[in-house]
């Protein structure tokens, strides 16, 4: 059974304006800045929890993201984000949430799991970090464990396009296409065991999640995974 966390989640009424306005926004800045196409709508379990996987390339990922993503979802962000100028007053605006890199935090992992269990979809990118190229890296545990938990659908979402140069060719008149690519939720084996064999079990469920995004991906993209990608179905 998945463990009960106590707080519940709820999104202000003034990041709910904010986000009104902050969607259409981007959606309109991306669209002069590239041809934008999205596929899988179908497969969104719309009013329901769930998780959506990301590779992550740059910073531009989670507004690419966020910003077409066919319904509002909840998102996480490293917390150095908040104290950048600019991208700070964003994703206060947007009520993400801060993550710290490389740090085991419970705090964190409640809050997600009270995000998830108060009826909200989450975006997460399980490699933690930037890859700041287009090839994948090895996914961290975490998102089995968070899976593991609250039991909810995982969907692998494959982003092409948004790489570190992808303003500066943009307001170059280098237009190109950004892709937002959304698969079928993923079924993950049971986490059995205890101590390293449970972490073990953990990765290789992280590791499931991001051969069914590199699966979504060109082959320049898979990266860590391009031995290991998981074509859709």
């Given at each position: 059974m998945a463990e009960q966390v106590e707080t519940t989640y709820s999104v202000p009424l003034r990041n709910r304006i904010a986000r009104r306005f902050l969607k259409p926004l981007f959606q309109g800045i991306f669209c002069l800045l590239a041809n934008v196409t999205v596929t899988g709508k179908e497969n969104v379990p719309f009013g329901r929890p769930y998780l959506a996987a990301i590779n992550h390339i740059s910073l531009f990922d989670p507004p690419f993201a966020l910003t077409f993503w066919p319904e509002m979802i909840e998102a996480m962000g490293a917390s150095t984000i908040w104290e950048k100028p600019g991208q700070a007053q964003l994703v206060r605006m947007f009520h993400a949430i801060p993550v710290h890199r490389g740090d085991y935090d419970r705090v964190l992992f409640d809050k997600v799991l009270s995000v998830l269990r108060s009826g909200y979809p989450l975006l997460i990118a399980p490699e933690g970090t930037r890859s700041h190229r287009e090839e994948m890296g090895r996914a961290r545990p975490g998102i089995a464990f968070i899976i593991e938990k609250s039991?909810?659908?995982?969907?692998?979402v494959g982003i092409v396009g948004t790489t570190d140069d992808f303003f500066k060719k943009a307001i170059k008149a280098e237009r190109r296409t950004l892709e937002l690519r959304i698969g079928k939720p993923v079924v993950l084996p049971a986490v059995e065991g205890k101590g390293d064999?449970?972490?073990?079990?953990?990765q290789r469920n992280a590791d499931l999640v991001m051969a069914h995004i590199a699966g979504l991906l060109p082959e320049q993209y898979r990266g860590y995974y391009a031995n290991m990608a998981v074509e859709p179905q």
């Open positions: 039991q909810v659908p995982v969907l692998p064999e449970r972490h073990e079990a953990r």
